[in-house]
């Protein structure tokens, strides 16, 4: 069962109110404190220390090297992965960095040990360490593959379930249920609502199907509702923001749970199923990463290993993509250019197989049963013309102001949400949401469907069928202006629905609107070519041959905003180009995706999930993020004298638990002593507190046991001590106070650091953490006031600070 404890809280929530006044994982708080500097150097050595008497013990000291990463006990030596000098972790704590450099020591360790293995024995083991991560995700493809296709299935049965039902088989949608009939309306084995209740007048026949329209659209929702917040908060939203974040280096525990993974699964068919304007295509990226998260807890090579786990979470990602729209190689360069952090060649490969399966089992399960991955797959035949591409560039200028737009309010009313009561009634507002939304959609046969069915039919040449006479020549502009407005209302209702708390995809609605948009341009350009075909811009046209095909200008609308309100370039048109299989259109895909993200751009850099991550306070720094300032790190760190530091030397387990109870910081640097301040390392408060929890279980340890933090041991007799350097980090990432700082923002975006030390000659002058860094470019980019803005700018001006000599107390001082 779910832990109930944080039933109601998201993760941005869970992580607001585990963490209120937390700068990182391992951040110091700016303190403004009238102490001198000595009150802010945690030692011992002014009072004598007392030592104890040999107990029953042999040995001269008590090593806190217990366990390994997986909490295992341990008596092995001391010469395992923490010989590197990045020291033992315990397991990362719930809203925490985890630590890369660290983490890639230990694998590889772990693959030397491999090595070493001798005989036919040992080349197993060698030939199964490497096929780990292929099982892996060759799992991941599967299941990701399997659970599109039953969404698929299920969503449309629950669609179709508000329009009627299949007496013949209930559990059938509507278009399996009339299988082999060309037109739907002429199958007796389907029975709408009105027919169930008899009603003979064509008003009663309308209200009746409205009132069942809307009785589902807001059951569904509030069902869905009542799931996520009663089992599984996580599930709300696409989960984009999160898997982008946490395959940056954050920890979200249960985010890719198996519970989120039920409960998100059920909620996403409920919701694409009811009026709401909200797309599944997002959410299955999360689920794949939900799969990629459980599977690999079977291999202790990924199970212990959280930056080893993220190589697989980036392949997930490509799965998820891949199901999404039937485009592997798409998932691929997404998982590339948005979703992943670090992306080896390794994790291309996999990434590579991993989409390719989850395509394969996805066809497997042939949910349209038309052998389409998804149901929008089309397939042109045309060419087009050069006169066309003045009106796709007109679609790419609409699709970044969509875009600009669309972001803008939707963080707008997210803030309210958020700081309002509303934060408090999820399934209350999310029913009466989907109740005026069903109202309005269900007078609109193009808001009505839901977004895959009408993307479909938008992106259909008009061969063999006509839908919802798109396809009448006279009835061009009637239709144009009913597309037109079904843009607009789906554009606010999307806009404010994404963001409820229940499932929610925000690409396919995106691209909905945009082909809505771009169908009635293609509509209005084929009515102007049918009315004047003699018009200079017609010349190239083939007499007694079509021209225009609206289906096309649909799709390059929908990939518009698309691109708008996610800023994607490269992968977003090769999806495209996988959806139609015709190469003839990529040019103008991509001139339209181009002009989109240039458009967008100019009002915000930030696509929408940037947008959540931003206002969800999430500790993602950003490759997009451009930092202009010459500025140094002594002008941003946080300087020595706002931190506590301890000694190397002087200290007693009662002194360090009095430490730990007094102060709420991640990590302490570790200098020699108080006069010089040469820096030793860094050790974190998990570590130390764990270690320390450990040494009490041993017997004849006393609180009042010296502890030491450096190889500067004292040779004692008689006496019982404890060394704490196998959790120390003994060899930190430091940086001259002279570096600039468009550089430490590169050294945290390559190598994932959750801190550094700012030095000088080897003595400790500050601290730089991620989040201090990501609240200084907010500063800048999204300041909250003017004073925010203001205070920024002056922090930019500020000459270098003097560095200094170090002289006993006065160290630190300009």
Aim: some cysteine; proline content about 3%.
């Amino acid at each position: 069962m779910p832990d109930f404890d944080q039933m109601t809280l998201s993760a941005a929530e869970a992580l607001n109110s585990k963490l209120p006044d937390l700068d990182d994982d391992f951040t110091f708080k700016r303190k403004h404190s009238s102490k001198s500097i000595s009150s802010r150097i945690f030692s011992r050595s002014d009072s004598p220390l007392l030592l104890n008497k040999r107990s029953t013990l042999e040995i001269g000291h008590t090593s806190t090297s217990l366990r390994k990463h997986n909490d295992e006990e341990f008596e092995g030596d001391m010469a395992d992965w923490s010989i590197e000098g990045t020291g033992r972790r315990v397991a990362y704590d719930d809203f925490t960095t985890i630590d890369w450099i660290h983490d890639f020591a230990k694998e590889r360790a772990e693959q030397q040990k491999v090595k070493q293995q001798k005989g036919f024995i040992g080349q197993l083991k060698i030939v199964y360490d490497g096929m780990q991560g292929w099982i892996v995700v060759l799992l991941v493809g599967i299941t990701s593959g399997i659970i599109a296709g039953i969404i698929d299935i299920t969503s449309d049965w629950l669609s179709d379930l508000k329009e009627g039902y299949c007496h013949t088989a209930f559990y059938l949608s509507r278009k399996n249920c009339c299988w082999g009939y060309d037109d739907h309306n002429q199958c007796n084995e389907w029975i709408a609502w009105n027919d169930v209740l008899e009603t003979r007048s064509t008003g009663a026949k309308f209200w009746t199907n409205y009132f069942f329209y809307i009785i589902f659209s807001t059951l569904f929702a509030t069902i869905a509702a009542y799931l996520v917040k009663t089992y599984s908060p996580y599930s709300a939203g696409s989960g984009i923001p999160e898997v982008k974040t946490i395959l940056g280096g954050f920890v979200i525990r249960k985010f890719f749970g198996l519970w989120t993974l039920i409960i998100k699964s059920i909620g996403i068919c409920l919701i694409v199923a009811s009026s709401l304007s909200l797309g599944k295509e997002g959410p299955l990226v999360h689920l794949a990463c939900c799969f990629g998260n459980i599977f690999p807890r079977m291999f202790p090579k990924f199970k212990y290993n959280e930056a080893k786990k993220r190589e697989i979470l980036s392949a997930a990602a490509a799965a998820g993509v891949s199901v999404a729209f039937g485009s592997p190689i798409g998932g691929v360069l997404y998982s590339l250019e948005e979703a992943s952090y670090y992306f080896p060649l390794r994790t291309m490969w996999r990434s590579f197989f991993c989409a390719m399966v989850a395509a394969v089992s996805l066809a497997f399960m042939n949910p349209f049963r038309t052998g389409k991955l998804v149901l929008f797959q089309v397939v042109y035949d045309r060419e087009w013309h050069a006169f066309e591409m003045f009106f796709f560039a007109l679609l790419g200028i609409m699709g970044g102001l969509y875009g600009a737009l669309f972001i803008r309010i939707n963080l707008w009313i997210a803030n309210i949400r958020q700081k309002s009561w509303l934060h408090f009634f999820g399934v209350h507002e999310v029913a009466l949401v989907t109740f005026f939304a069903s109202i309005v959609s269900y007078l609109n046969i193009f808001m009505s469907v839901n977004p895959s069915e009408l993307v479909a039919n938008l992106f259909q040449e008009c061969l063999g069928g006509d839908y919802h006479n798109l396809c009448k020549h006279e009835s061009h502009l009637k239709q144009a202006l009913s597309l037109l407005a079904a843009s607009v209302f789906k554009f606010f209702i999307t806009a404010i629905t994404f963001g409820l708390k229940v499932p929610a995809g925000v690409w396919l609605p995106s691209m909905a609107i945009g082909a809505c948009f771009g169908r009635a341009i293609g509509l209005l350009v084929y009515a102007l070519h049918s009315n004047s075909p003699d018009l200079w811009i017609f010349s190239s046209c083939q007499p007694d041959v079509q021209c225009i095909t609206p289906g096309m200008y649909a799709m390059v609308g929908a990939a518009a905003t698309f691109g708008g309100v996610t800023r994607m370039t490269v992968s977003l048109v090769v999806i495209m180009f996988e959806l139609t299989g015709a190469l003839t259109y990529v040019l103008p895909i991509m001139v339209a995706v181009m002009i989109s993200k240039w458009v967008g751009d100019a009002f915000d850099k930030e696509g929408i999930h940037d947008g959540w991550i931003r206002i969800s306070e999430y500790p993602f720094l950003d490759s997009k993020e451009e930092y202009v300032f010459n500025t140094s790190a002594s002008q941003v760190m946080t300087r020595v004298e706002d931190l506590l530091v301890i000694t190397a030397t002087g200290h007693t387990l009662e002194s360090l638990e009095e430490l730990l109870n007094e102060t709420d910081y991640k990590g302490f640097p570790v200098v020699h002593d108080s006069r010089n301040m040469l820096l030793i390392g860094f050790i974190s408060r998990s570590e130390l507190r764990f270690a320390m929890e450990k040494v009490k279980t041993k017997p004849g340890i006393s609180n009042l046991a010296p502890c030491y933090f450096s190889s500067n041991i004292p040779i004692l007799d008689s006496t019982i001590f404890v060394d704490f350097r196998p959790w120390m980090d003994q060899t930190p990432i430091t940086i001259s106070h002279k570096f600039p700082m468009e550089m430490v923002i590169e050294i945290f975006r390559k190598m994932g650091l959750r801190y550094c030390l700012v030095t000088k000659n080897g003595q400790l002058l500050g601290l730089i953490t991620k989040k201090y860094i990501l609240r200084h470019l907010a500063a800048i980019h999204h300041p909250v006031n003017s004073e925010d803005f203001h205070e920024a700018q002056n922090l930019m001006m500020l000459p270098e600070r003097r560095m200094s000599s170090v002289a006993g107390e006065n160290f630190g001082t300009d």
